[in-house]
Nanobody, 119 residues
Framework: QVKLVESGGGLVQPGGSLRLSCAASGSIASAIFMDWYRQAPGNSREFVARINSAGTTNYEASVKDRFTVSRDNAQNTVYLQMDSLTPDDTAVYSC?????????????WGQGTEVTVSS
């Protein structure tokens, strides 16, 4: 069992930046990929960014060139650097990991961290 804990959310003005962290209770070295998702009030959860085991990244179109996902295997942590934030980025951000285990792939979710972009 792996527990994921997100942090770094908060209130920021439009145009500002935040860095979210997702700390895993165990090693992420065997992670097939790690994602960030977000859910705005009244909306369904949507994909934001992914980093796979090779370090390849991909992004949802509206955040590409503004957000950067990275991972630190030594710290068992995945990050989401968010720049040029807009009110449309307001949401609860959650991380998701697909781990390769001896029993096969296992998926885990964090509880989320809230991001509010407002003046």
């Amino acid at each position: 069992q792996v527990k994921l804990v997100e942090s770094g959310g908060g209130l920021v003005q439009p145009g500002g930046s935040l860095r979210l962290s997702c700390a895993a209770s165990g090693s992420i070295a065997s992670a097939i990929f790690m994602d960030w998702y977000r859910q705005a009030p009244g909306n369904s959860r949507e994909f934001v960014a992914r980093i796979n085991s090779a370090g390849t990244t991909n992004y949802e179109a509206s955040v590409k060139d503004r957000f950067t996902v990275s991972r630190d295997n030594a710290q068992n942590t995945v990050y989401l650097q968010m720049d040029s934030l807009t009110p449309d980025d307001t949401a609860v951000y959650s991380c998701h990991i697909l781990l390769q285990t001896q029993l096969g792939p296992r998926a885990y979710w964090g509880q989320g961290t809230e991001v509010t972009v407002s003046s």
